[in-house]
């Protein structure tokens, strides 16, 4: 009986460790595309693609991996604010960092259409030079 009450407590506090971490850590996927239809231009072009940051401030982490990775764009889809505990001025300070290194380009997510704090942010990228993409696109 002990060591199933063990078992238990060790499982639990290990999944807390996971989540934790999970919640915290920055992946990083590299992936080359090859298609003989695209532009020679475009050899070696580099897309960084970020997601879901729910507002997690990096303290300048994620700002030196993507200064690191020197990419050509920067595509950010969705979710850069949390819409139960949005800080419109934690993701302005994040792009106002990574629009020195590339062009950006932001389609909003679930969390940012439900926000009531959207205009604020959207009207906030749109002053950095964030190319807005809600319902349009751009060709490169």
Known sequence: MKNNY????IFIF?????????????VISKYEYKN??????FNGFKILHISDLHNKNFHGSLYKKTKDINPDIIVITGD???RRRTRVD????????IVKIAPVYYVSGNHEQLSASYDELKE??????????????ITL
Do not use: P, R
Not at 36 to 41: D, E
Not at 90 to 97: H, L
């Open 90 to 97: 934690t993701a302005v300070d994040f792009i106002s960092q």
């Open 6 to 9: 063990l078992f238990i407590i």
């Open 124 to 137: 906030n990228l749109v002053k950095l030079g964030v190319h807005i993409l809600d319902n349009a696109y």
């Open 36 to 41: 003989s239809k695209l532009f020679t231009n």
């Open 14 to 26: 290990a999944m807390i460790i996971f989540f934790i971490w999970q919640n915290n850590s920055v």
């Open 80 to 82: 850069l604010i949390d």
